[in-house]
């Protein structure tokens, strides 16, 4: 295995595994599962910003863990984090580990790092642009065919069996 190789598989593994731990707090927090929310109850439906918030750790983790539309989830998610960063957590101290922030400042800027460099090769991104790019390939093989234009393809020789 290469440099590029283990690069791309540990970038894959990266997003996989934070966004399964992103997609966890939503559901926790959007549906009381897995040890429920923080707060004790899940929020109101629409309440701002504790129903937002959790629709997107669920929705955009479930994107970045799937590999889907990874650069724009990934940057919704971090810009959700830095926003919950500085609004609940900095006030309450300079330092996230003073203001119990961490994983807030750890989620964003992971999230900052995924939306920079993409998903990895085992995203779905990646496999929907394999397979773009090969399909764009075999047109192009194709000749051009334009009405009134007639196309000229070679048949293959035929082949003369010479009996023994």
Known sequence: MNHDQVRGAVLSLFRTVIGLLFACHG??????VLGGPNG???PEFGAW???WAAVIEFGGGSL?????????????CSGTMAYAYFVVHQPKGLFPIVNGG?????????FLMLA????GPW???ALTAQRRKRA???AAALPEERPGVAVIRRMPKARLRRSP
């Open 27 to 32: 559901a926790a927090s959007l549906f009381g």
């Open 40 to 42: 004790g109850r899940p």
């Open 49 to 51: 910003p504790g129903w």
């Open 64 to 76: 970045v863990l799937l590999g889907l539309a990874t650069r724009v989830a990934a940057l919704l």
């Open 102 to 110: 961490e994983p807030a400042a750890l989620f964003a800027w992971s």
């Open 116 to 119: 920079v460099l993409g998903g």
């Open 123 to 125: 995203a779905l991104d």
């Open 136 to 138: 764009a390939g075999r």
